[in-house]
Nanobody
Framework: QVHLVESGGGLVQAGGSLRLSCAAS????????MGWFRQAPGKEREFVAT????????DFADSVKGRFTISRDNAKNTVYLQMNSLKPEDTAVYYC????????????????WGQGTQVTVSS
């Protein structure tokens, strides 16, 4: 069983920054890709960012390009989402997810999910 735990969410003013962490446990994670998704109230879950096992490949939603970065520490089985220049429209519950093999922007291709962490950006 894979267990993902997100942390780092909170309340921040517009223009501020947060760094989310996602710690994975439960099995050997060699070769897995990780992604971040978010869901705002009344909206569908949407893709935010994803990265390959090596961290050498990544993709971002257009809405966060240039503001968010994704990184990972495989020794710690942890992936990070650095969020800068936050906007009120970034307010959502942020989820990390794991899939085996290649990274993906599609939520249905991910195998395991965390419980989510709330990010609230005030104007």
């Amino acid at each position: 069983q894979v267990h993902l735990v997100e942390s780092g969410g909170g309340l921040v003013q517009a223009g501020g920054s947060l760094r989310l962490s996602c710690a994975a446990s439960g099995r050997t994670f060699s070769g897995y890709a990780m992604g971040w998704f978010r869901q705002a109230p009344g909206k569908e879950r949407e893709f935010v960012a994803t990265t390959s096992w090596s961290g050498g490949s990544a993709d971002f939603a257009d809405s966060v390009k240039g503001r968010f970065t994704i990184s990972r520490d495989n020794a710690k089985n942890t992936v990070y989402l650095q969020m800068n220049s936050l906007k009120p429209e970034d307010t959502a519950v942020y989820y990390c997810a794991v899939r085996w093999n290649r990274w993906s922007i599609h939520s249905y291709e991910y195998d395991y999910w965390g419980q989510g962490t709330q990010v609230t950006v005030s104007s």
